[in-house]
């Protein structure tokens, strides 16, 4: 396993700027991010993978960082980082209830595999009140979004969540 190549899944729907910002911090002390839309069965996804790569790819374009990938993934995720031999997933944490659920997942990612280590990066604070389905709802309503998202995917947005 390489100590130098991290995996950050997110769910974001749409990817926010708080998801950005741990993704550039993120690469700044790796080698390798690989940025993951990742599907979570729990949650109803508004966008596909595929727009939401594109999303992601944008503002990896912003922060013009040539050490992170963007792809989508289903499944285990700690069996992509296998694949890919990261030694690390990178999870965010906003506030004590990101807290307890990213735990958990902690704790089942170490029963599919231990050499994965899970760290955990707190979001800026101005950050920590954005959600993806913030976002949606403010969208819904025709309220600007501009401050959470970058301005290349609003259009994107604003046409999907249309009424």
């Known amino acids: 396993m390489s100590k130098s190549i991290i995996v950050y899944p997110i769910s974001g729907n749409p990817p926010?700027?708080?998801?950005?910002?741990?993704?550039?911090?993120?690469?700044?002390?790796?080698?390798?991010?690989?940025?993951?839309?990742?599907?979570n069965p729990e949650k109803k996804q508004i966008f596909s993978v595929d727009e939401r790569v594109e999303m992601m790819k944008t503002y990896v374009d912003y922060y013009k960082l040539k050490n992170?990938?963007?792809g989508g993934h289903s499944g285990a995720i700690v069996r992509y980082a296998l694949d890919l031999?990261?030694?690390?997933?990178?999870?965010?944490?906003?506030?004590?209830t990101d807290f307890q659920m990213e735990l958990e997942l902690a704790a089942g990612n170490r029963g599919i595999d231990k050499s994965?280590?899970?760290?955990?990066?707190f979001t800026k604070p101005h950050f920590a009140t954005i959600s993806s389905s913030l976002v949606r709802e403010l969208a819904i309503l025709?309220?600007?979004?501009?401050?959470?998202?970058?301005p290349k995917i609003i259009p994107?947005?604003?046409?999907?969540?249309?009424k």
């Not at 926010?16 to 599907?39: C, E, N, P, Y």
């Open 142 to 150: 025709g309220e600007s979004i501009e401050q959470y998202v970058h």
């Open 85 to 96: 031999k990261a030694g690390f997933l990178l999870r965010g944490l906003r506030n004590t």
């Open 68 to 70: 992170v990938s963007v």
């Open 116 to 121: 994965v280590e899970t760290v955990c990066m």
């Open 156 to 162: 994107l947005i604003q046409k999907r969540l249309k």
């Open 16 to 39: 926010t700027w708080g998801h950005a910002d741990l993704m550039q911090r993120a690469s700044s002390k790796f080698d390798q991010v690989h940025w993951v839309a990742a599907i």
